[in-house]
């Protein structure tokens, strides 16, 4: 006997906007159950005077942004360098992060996509989607229980 | 093994069509350890790091694999336009007309869009020189649509 099971995944979007001067974020949601999760940024209709300076994913520990801060970094030699931002119609980013890399130990469990531009030239249109993926229903932990409880779940 | 948060930046034009991105950036990671020196040849190959020609290399192999095609041009690519930015690539003698519609001037060469203020003298994507815009589009877009409503009535 077989079967054939296709793997669940989630999308949040930002819808494209103009983020000259200003900033745009992908909703709070939680990564629980999720391995990894991919955040594609694409330039569209841009003015020749600006770049995207900003463009990370960040983590909280709630959907209402408690205690975010970043995962990813955006920065001058950062994983998204802004020595070499994008500017151009048709630049993308593909951002991807593992589950493994947020601070879970400390309850950050929930992530956003940020992108920004500072220069405001003109219009900045962009377009963002975050795909969360490998999904898995909670486990009992194999090993290295925890002494307290006769079972372990992770959640996140 | 993880190696932290996965970060690519290219431009959709230098992704063979109907190719996922992730799919394409992969290839060419595998394909970079090919030598691939005998393959092509365009004269910004001249002004590029040793980096930068060997994934320049690859990806024009990768597209040549998925295409059958060698690229037209690569002043899109990521590569070349480092190399422009730094100022280590001789300016284009490529001229093209571009068209302005709503707002947007379109790059005749690649097509890149750019909001206004448009870009005086070059496509900040492809280099190429933009020959002056035909001159009703031009005034079109200078004046407002109410303005030309307000225009007084000439009576006599």
């Known amino acids: 006997m077989s079967s054939r099971i296709s793997e669940s995944s989630v999308v949040d979007l930002i819808e494209t906007a103009d983020i000259g001067g200003t900033n745009a974020n992908t909703a709070y949601t939680t990564m629980a159950h999720y391995s990894r999760a991919r955040a594609y940024v694409e330039i569209g209709t841009w003015n020749a005077g600006d770049d995207l300076d900003e463009c990370r994913i960040q983590q909280a520990s709630d959907t209402s942004g408690t205690g975010v801060k970043d995962l990813t970094t955006d920065e001058s030699g950062g994983d998204y360098d802004t020595d070499a931002p994008v500017d151009a119609d048709g630049d993308f980013v593909i951002i991807e992060i593992r589950s493994e890399d947020m601070d879970t130990d400390n309850g950050f469990h929930v992530i956003r996509t940020r992108v920004a531009e500072g220069g405001n030239s003109g219009t900045d249109n962009v377009t963002v989607s975050e795909l969360k993926y490998g999904y898995a229903y909670p486990r009992k932990e194999l090993q290295g229980a925890a002494s307290a409880g006769s079972q372990v779940y992770v959640s996140a | ?156």
Do not use: H
């Open chain 2, 1 to 156: 093994m993880n190696d932290g948060p996965l970060v690519i930046k290219a431009n959709k034009r230098e992704v063979p069509p109907d190719m996922p991105p992730t799919v394409w950036w992969e290839l060419v990671n595998n394909a970079e350890t090919q030598d691939f020196s005998l393959l092509w040849y365009d004269p910004v190959c001249e002004y590029l790091r040793p980096t930068e020609l060997r994934r320049l290399r690859a990806k024009v192999f990768i597209w040549n694999e998925a295409t059958g095609n060698y690229p037209d041009t690569v002043d899109t690519w990521w590569e070349p336009r480092m190399a422009r930015r730094r100022g280590e690539v001789p300016a284009s003698s490529r001229q093209a007309m571009p068209t302005i519609f709503e707002n947007t001037l379109t790059c005749g060469f690649c097509n890149a869009r750019w909001t206004y203020p448009y870009p005086l003298e070059r496509c900040k994507l492809c280099d190429t020189k933009l020959l002056d815009a035909p001159e009703e589009q031009v005034r079109s877009i200078q004046r407002p649509a109410r303005d030309r409503m307000a225009r007084p009535r000439v009576t006599k």
